[in-house]
């Protein structure tokens, strides 16, 4: 599976940035999409994840300012960046877990994919 993720870049507090990701290759289903962000000397964290269902979940820090969105027959997924803080300043990546063929589906084990990160710059 490989994922190719767009759209980071720089932008003053108050703006806006969308990030896209596209997941192709072979795999089973895709279970969740969703993007992860790192600062330097920090651990990646959780900022927003969605369900094949479409249920959704935030990071406490971004919520009401980004939002999470998914195309399930192109496999894609887009965070909506509204409002941005100096704080949001981070490497921003693509997640993505999936069952890579039927039987880990009945097994229950998952897989999950990163993609390369992008830089999300927010100047103050």
């Known amino acids: 599976v490989q994922l190719q993720a767009s759209g980071g870049g720089w932008v003053q507090t108050g703006g806006s940035l969308r990030l896209s990701c596209a997941a192709s290759g072979s ?11 790192q600062c330097p000397g ?3 964290e959780l900022v927003a994840v969605i369900t094949t269902g479409g249920g959704t979940n935030y990071a406490d820090s971004v919520k009401g ?21 100096p ?11 999936t069952n890579v ?8 084990r998952t897989t999950t994919y990163w ?7 927010v100047s103050s």
């Open 87 to 97: 704080e949001d300043t981070a490497v921003y990546y693509c997640n993505v877990v």
């Open 115 to 121: 993609g390369k990160g992008t830089q999300v710059t």
């Open 27 to 37: 795999f089973f289903r895709i279970i969740t999409m969703g993007w992860y962000r």
């Open 42 to 44: 920090n651990q990646r």
């Open 101 to 108: 063929n039927a039987q880990s589906r009945k097994d229950g």
């Open 65 to 85: 300012r980004f939002t999470i969105s998914r195309d399930s027959a192109k496999n894609t997924v887009e965070l909506q960046m509204n409002s941005l803080e």
